[in-house]
């Protein structure tokens, strides 16, 4: 699933919740190596800080880097620092929750809602533009999405900057081929990490996926299952997939209306 012995870069690391520690375990586990990014120093230094019952030879172990993806010059630096590289998967999002997320839609803070697009959507086209000097012989970038097509409570702006992240992909995906690159998204059900936290009705959001989602959707467990398919999209055997929406959500994104009693697990 994973190319031996490549190195992927698995952008996105806030805490072992965070879904790209999750794509970074998987990674590994088949093979490759991984480099994380966290936002910055600090936030490189609360990572290990917070994880004290780790052996040094497991912080040691891990590959950390840090990048702000809104500071153009840190991701070109970030990437000439590296060399060659497989896969990248940008699992990166932030909008300010008192403005951008919450019981009322409408908000006059266009500072918050710009600094939200250029985090969740614009930052995906920087990645791209220079993790393409390491891959000469082309290569895939992987973003993590969630349901855009459907206007969910509290949800707000960054289903938006989903929306326009969705269509980054599409635009990435054309432009890049040639580059023998792929872009692609993994729409993620609702797991449980700090971004999800900061969402103010995120339980109930768990809850309408446990009367939509065909299958039973675990927010803890199955943030694996995305891990998966965003290892599956980084590597050799989705090599003719681009420009894609991969749902891993239990199937609710194709479902009308509730389930009803008998068509529950
Ligand atoms: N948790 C869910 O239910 C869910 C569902 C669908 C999609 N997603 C998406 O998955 C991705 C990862 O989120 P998560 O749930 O693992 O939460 P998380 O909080 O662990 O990860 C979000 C990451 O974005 C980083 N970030 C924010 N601003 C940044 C910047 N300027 N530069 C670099 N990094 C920055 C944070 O530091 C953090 O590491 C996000 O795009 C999120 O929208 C999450």
Not at 62 to 91: M, R, W
Request: aromatic share 10%; charged share 25%.
């Amino acid at each position: 699933m994973i190319e031996k012995d490549k190195t992927y870069v698995v952008m996105g690391l806030l805490d072992c919740d965070s879904i790209a520690y999750a794509i970074g375990q998987v990674v590994e586990q088949w093979g490759g190596n991984v480099i994380y990014t966290v936002q910055n120093e600090r936030m490189k230094r609360i990572f290990f800080d917070r994880n004290k019952k780790w052996a040094q030879e497991d912080k040691d172990r891990l590959n950390v880097k840090y990048c702000d993806v809104t500071v153009e010059e840190e991701v070109k630096q970030l990437f000439e620092d590296i060399g060659p590289v497989a896969g990248v998967t940008h699992s990166i999002a932030y909008a300010n929750p008192k403005t951008c997320l919450g019981p009322e839609f409408h908000t006059d803070a266009y500072d918050d809602l710009k600094m939200g697009f250029h985090i969740s959507a614009a930052s995906l086209a920087t990645v791209t533009k220079y993790a393409q000097t390491q891959m000469s012989e082309g290569g895939s970038v992987v973003t993590l999405s969630f349901e855009s097509r459907l206007a969910f409570a509290y949800y707000n702006w960054m289903g938006v900057n989903k929306a326009a992240l969705e269509a980054t992909v599409r635009a990435l995906a054309r432009r890049h081929g040639k580059d023998l690159l792929r872009i692609n998204a993994v729409s993620s059900g609702p797991v449980t990490t700090k971004a999800a936290g900061a969402i103010h009705g995120f339980d109930e959001l768990g809850k309408t996926w446990n009367k939509v989602s065909p299958l039973p959707w675990d927010q803890e467990k199955d943030k694996i299952e995305v891990a998966n398919a965003a290892a599956f999209l980084m590597g050799p055997y989705s090599k003719k997939i681009s420009g894609q929406v991969l749902y891993v959500d239990g199937g609710a994104s194709i479902i009308g209306g509730e389930l009803l009693p008998h068509e529950r697990a």
